[in-house]
């Protein structure tokens, strides 16, 4: 399996991005696919995550309200958009892919997902 992350770049504070991330080498079912993001010095921490097995979106509070994260099926690709971007979602941004079911309370772990996209790097000025 391999993903491709894009549409990364620079903006400005109160800007809009929309990061694509496609699945390729394998028709998935159900899968769970997730962002991540990784700030220099800082630990990944967990962006957002959708499930097709059981539905249901998930966020992190600090991103909640100002980005969504939405599917194609038929294309097998995930999308996040984020709106209202401030300085500190500055990072760069993976996408991650499980294929099943996962359960809500594990979508926020990184080693819940085998595959990796390889990052784009999104920058917010202020």
């Known amino acids: 399996v391999q993903l491709q992350a894009s549409g990364g770049g620079l903006v400005q504070a109160g800007g809009s991005l929309r990061l694509s991330c496609a699945a390729s080498?394998?028709?998935?079912?159900?899968?769970?696919a997730g962002w991540f993001r990784q700030a220099p010095e800082k630990e990944r921490e967990f962006v957002s995550a959708?499930?097709?097995?059981?539905?249901?979106?998930h966020y992190a509070g600090s991103v909640k309200g100002r980005f969504t994260i939405s599917r194609d099926n038929a294309k097998n690709t995930v999308y996040l958009q984020m709106n209202s971007l401030k300085p500190e979602d500055t990072a760069v941004y993976y996408c991650?892919?499980?294929?099943?079911?996962?359960?809500?309370?594990?979508?926020?772990?990184?080693?819940?997902?085998?595959?990796w996209g390889q990052g784009t790097q999104v920058t917010v000025s202020s």
């Open positions: 959708i499930r097709t097995a059981g539905g249901g979106t």
């Open positions: 991650a892919w499980a294929e099943g079911r996962m359960l809500a309370g594990l979508v926020h772990n990184s080693n819940r997902y085998p595959y």
């Open positions: 080498g394998r028709t998935f079912s159900s899968y769970t």
